[in-house]
């Protein structure tokens, strides 16, 4: 059974679904966890209750605002001191139209790129920086999604353009800073039962009928995969980057 004992993990997106689930795992095996959320709200008071914090033990940072990721990381290590393991979770999910008005493309593209990689590539290089001047080697683990590797509808371009660029920079950062024991892998989930999730009967049905499994997967599934990474258990799988999606999109 691995261990978080001693470790210190930020993770972002923490309120719900995934980054809530990681946030339980993260500290049943004994890290010190950091959480953030774009706002307060039921969800983070629920969340922060599960592993024995506040609501006001959260960080809140919206990221479409620019510097974000900085000050969230500035913020976090202030707090704590230390910090061993990031956890990228907090995405935007919001269409980009071709057709229709402009300014819902233009928004779209914005609020996307925004919150999807500039401020997720903005806390890595400030972990780095924290990793370098400690010494002791960090881990990020950066949320991607299937949509990075093989697109989504055609309004959602926007989405899929920006988890196909945290695959790109994961990639690049792992190959780049292995040698300083600085580890970084992706995880590309599928459907997972979420907000993001299809609610509508048919098209839950529809999108079943995609997974070979037969289901969606549980947030559960996800953060289980990311607390064993953030053990460090298995440094030469840095740059990886791991499918979750039943069997969708097997690559």
């Not at 095996?29 to 629920?46: E, F, P, Q, R």
């Not at 974000?68 to 935007?92: H, T």
């Not at 139209?97 to 925004?114: F, I, N, V």
């Not at 970084?184 to 048919?202: C, H, L, N, Q, S």
Request: overall charge neutral; proline content about 3%; glycine content about 10%.
């Amino acid at each position: 059974m691995f261990s978080l004992n001693g470790k210190t993990i930020l993770i972002t997106g923490a309120a719900r679904g995934i980054g809530a689930a990681t946030a339980r795992l993260c500290h049943e095996a004994g890290a010190t966890v950091l959480l953030h959320a774009s706002n307060k709200s039921d969800s983070s008071k629920k969340s922060a209750q599960s592993i024995g914090q506040s609501a006001d033990d959260f960080f809140y940072e919206d990221f479409s605002k620019a510097d974000a990721g900085f000050s969230l990381f500035a913020r976090a290590l202030a707090q704590a001191g230390r910090i061993d393991g990031i956890v990228n979770n907090a995405g935007l999910f919001t269409p980009s139209p071709l057709s229709g008005d402009k300014t819902d493309w233009d928004e779209g593209w914005s609020r996307t790129m925004a919150v999807n990689v500039q401020a997720p590539a903005d806390i890595c290089r400030a972990g780095v920086a924290h990793f370098r001047d400690r010494q002791a080697g960090g881990i990020i683990v950066n949320i991607a999604s299937r949509a990075g590797h093989r697109g989504d509808g055609v309004e959602n371009a926007a989405y899929a353009a920006s988890k196909g660029a945290v695959l790109a920079m994961t990639k690049t950062w792992a190959r780049g800073l292995a040698a300083e024991n600085i580890l970084f892998y992706a995880i590309a989930p599928g459907w997972v039962e979420t907000r993001m999730a299809p609610k509508d009967i048919e098209d839950r049905k529809n999108a079943v009928k995609d997974i070979p499994l037969g289901r969606v997967a549980q947030p559960e599934e996800v953060g289980s995969l990311i607390a064993f990474l953030l053990s460090g258990a298995s440094p030469s799988a840095t740059g990886a980057t791991f499918d979750i999606n039943g069997a969708s999109y097997v690559r």
